[in-house]
């Protein structure tokens, strides 16, 4: 379908309706982003997909390969359980639609590899939900390491936690269903996020525990990260740090300052970013008194802008300008296999070689 003025405009079908579809991506992405429409969804619950379709006024299919055989659905938003993203990925594909899944791809690295074969095979664009990448606060502290305002990056650090108790029947606390625990929900986010401003991970250190709760799946993760930059990066992440304490914070430390952000990890578009900067180089004696060396502070306040509007207006431009994501399936490879060698580091208590990407 097209505009008035020619462009294409994407329609879009949704494949499992609760959690971050309904409470972020659907009103906060799909439907004010620019040249973007929901005509349609499907979810395993009949009553979840009857409430969503009646709340957005578009079509409810009984089945996900009825939604995939519509002609009129141009891409496909897939928001289920993390043990159905490959299949439903595939599935998409091979009817030629353009596929935006959530995080992550497969639960094994050899499943997002073939996610992205499929996908190539049957010429679809493939974006995978790291939507911190579109933070505003994100998006300026890349910039300005870049620009090589805080020297050569050393060490980042980046935190999720968050509280989340034993809950019958909850798919993300089945290891079967889930791949893993706070690791995988919430520390493959944070990888992601590191990577963009440090480099790529050649070994993994990790230690991951169940520390508080009784489901099979951790709800405690540390994970050493060190990057081919030289770069040294720390990601933690919980799920039994209740919510009011949890800071979620961004740390970048560079050979001639910081940067750190506050707020700006997780779901939300807001949070702030500060930025320290030495002066001339004092050596270690003088560098204990901060005004001796000309320490710069500054809070930087980009325009903040929504992320799911913002990773939905980028796929799009992807899909009509024939562009590869900057969040691809190929960084979700990288991502899967970054969570996987933590794993491994874990259960043998060894640091992991990354193998060949």
């Not at 891409?75 to 490959?86: D, E, F, G, Q, S």
């Not at 939900?129 to 994100?138: E, L, P």
């Not at 791949?179 to 050649?202: A, K, N, P, S, Y």
Request: charged fraction near 30%; aromatic fraction near 8%.
């Amino acid at each position: 379908m097209q505009r008035d003025d020619g462009c294409q405009l994407i329609r879009w079908g949704v494949i499992g309706c609760g959690g971050i579809a309904d409470r972020r991506t659907i009103p906060e992405g799909i439907i004010p982003a620019r040249d973007s429409e929901l005509i349609a969804v499907t979810s395993r619950s009949d009553a979840t997909s009857r409430r969503i379709a009646e709340k957005y006024h578009v079509k409810r299919y009984a089945s996900q390969d009825d939604l995939l055989r519509d002609p009129m659905v141009d891409a496909v938003y897939i928001a289920t359980p993390n043990y159905l993203h490959a299949e439903e990925c595939i599935a998409a594909a091979e009817q030629g639609k353009h596929v935006f899944c959530e995080k992550p791809l497969a639960l094994t690295v050899e499943g997002c590899k073939e996610v992205v074969r499929r996908c190539e095979r049957n010429h679809v664009k493939l974006q995978v939900g790291f939507m911190m990448r579109f933070h505003a606060c994100h998006k300026e502290a890349a910039k300005m390491i870049e620009q090589g305002r805080i020297g050569r990056p050393v060490m980042g650090r980046a935190e999720l936690t968050c509280w989340y108790p034993e809950i019958k029947g909850a798919w993300r606390q089945d290891p079967k269903q889930a791949g893993g625990g706070c690791l995988m929900d919430m520390g493959i986010h944070c990888i992601d996020l590191l990577r963009t401003f440090l480099g790529e991970v050649e070994e993994v250190f990790a230690f991951t525990d169940r520390v508080t709760f009784g489901y099979p799946v951790e709800d405690t993760s540390v994970v050493n990260l060190f990057f081919d930059s030289r770069a040294c990066g720390i990601v933690d992440n919980f799920f039994d740090i209740p919510d009011d304490a949890s800071q979620n914070r961004l740390e970048i430390y560079g050979t001639r300052g910081c940067i750190l952000a506050d707020g700006t990890i997780g779901q939300n578009s807001t949070g702030k970013l500060r930025m320290y900067t030495q002066g001339e180089e004092k050596g270690y004696e003088a560098s204990q008194s901060r005004e001796s060396i000309g320490v710069g502070i500054g809070e930087i306040t980009p325009a903040p802008t929504n992320i799911f509007k913002e990773e939905i207006e980028h796929f799009v431009d992807c899909i009509r300008e024939d562009k590869e994501p900057i969040n691809s399936g190929y960084e979700a490879i990288k991502d899967q296999m970054i969570v996987m060698a933590a794993y491994e580091s874990s259960r043998t208590g060894k640091r992991v070689k990354l193998g060949p990407r």
